[in-house]
Nanobody, 120 residues
Framework: QVQLVESGGGLVQTGGSLRLSCAAS????????MGWYRQTPGNQRELVAT???????TYKDSVKGRFTVSRDNAMNTVYLQMNSLKPEDAADYYC??????????????WGQGTQVTVSS
């Protein structure tokens, strides 16, 4: 009943920028935390950035100062502005949301992923 759809991935050169978007839709009563994780072949999925309903943010150390996570509560959308991209940032990026449906149950949801490629 709930779907997360990411967009904005693509190919950029080192030092370039991308803006990822993720829109949640369905029977949503409230969204707590939203954010972004990324994964490369052979590695675990890792946290990139999260933002709570109160606006508190967390970031992976290596992206601090370069990435900014934000959200539009009215549109149930989370964004990730990525600047000064490095080859190490190349990965599949997954949108995450912890939300309450109208069934009054907290649940975790994931998007299908969007690919970010950074060329040197």
């Amino acid at each position: 009943q709930v779907q997360l759809v990411e967009s904005g991935g693509g190919l950029v050169q080192t030092g370039g920028s991308l803006r990822l978007s993720c829109a949640a839709s369905g029977s949503i009563a409230s969204i707590n935390t939203m954010g972004w994780y990324r994964q490369t072949p052979g590695n675990q999925r890792e946290l990139v950035a999260t933002i709570t309903s109160e606006g508190s943010t967390t970031y992976k150390d290596s992206v601090k100062g370069r990435f900014t996570v934000s959200r539009d509560n009215a549109m149930n959308t989370v964004y990730l502005q990525m600047n000064s991209l490095k080859p190490e940032d190349a990965a599949d990026y997954y949108c995450y949301a912890r939300l309450m449906t109208w069934s009054l149950r907290w649940s975790d949801y994931w998007g299908q992923g969007t690919q970010v490629t950074v060329s040197s």
